[in-house]
């Protein structure tokens, strides 16, 4: 599970600074030079402004998005997980475990019923069994499993800008 660190509580970012991230958003791959023509500035403040956003933790790092079904992984499940323990002892192992598991795209720490929620993607339902079985019931500490599977993705996107400038 990936922390977020490095960003400050709240980044001072002007529409310039928006129309950036916006930008790279869409296309992570555009040139100083695409993104400076686009938002008209010239290159080196726009570099100068990507430097600042990155060295202030508004840009955590750059990658690919993978299309799953392409890859053969065909299956997705949501996995709702709730611990014997509520420590911080057995959080943290749960989560040590976790974070070993590639099948795991996701985890989140959640109110509720349950203690952590899991993405999980697999290529069939065989695959997800033996990864239930083998892999998360395993796991020390866990209680309760319960998992539906996604059926059709309406929305998914990346963390979008939600601000006045927008």
Do not use: W
């Amino acid at each position: 599970m990936e922390k977020e660190q490095g960003a400050k509580a709240s980044v001072n970012l002007d529409a310039k600074d928006y129309e950036i991230l916006k930008l790279l958003q869409e296309n992570a791959k555009l040139t100083i030079r695409e993104i400076a023509h686009k938002i008209h500035l010239s290159a080196t403040p726009v570099h100068e402004r990507i430097k600042r956003l990155e060295q202030n933790g508004v840009i955590k790092r750059y990658t690919a998005l993978l299309n799953h079904r392409a890859l053969g992984e065909s299956l997705t499940a949501i996995c709702y997980v709730s611990l014997k323990e509520h420590t911080k002892k057995a959080g943290a192992l749960f989560v040590q475990a976790i974070a070993g598991l590639e099948r795991v795209i996701e985890c989140y720490n959640i109110s509720g019923e349950f203690d952590f929620m899991l993405k999980v993607i697999a290529s069939n339902m065989a695959d997800y069994h033996r990864f239930h079985v083998d892999a998360l019931s395993e796991i020390p500490g866990v209680g309760n499993i319960q998992t539906v599977f996604v059926m059709d993705v309406i929305v998914e996107r990346e963390c979008q800008l939600v601000n006045s400038f927008m």
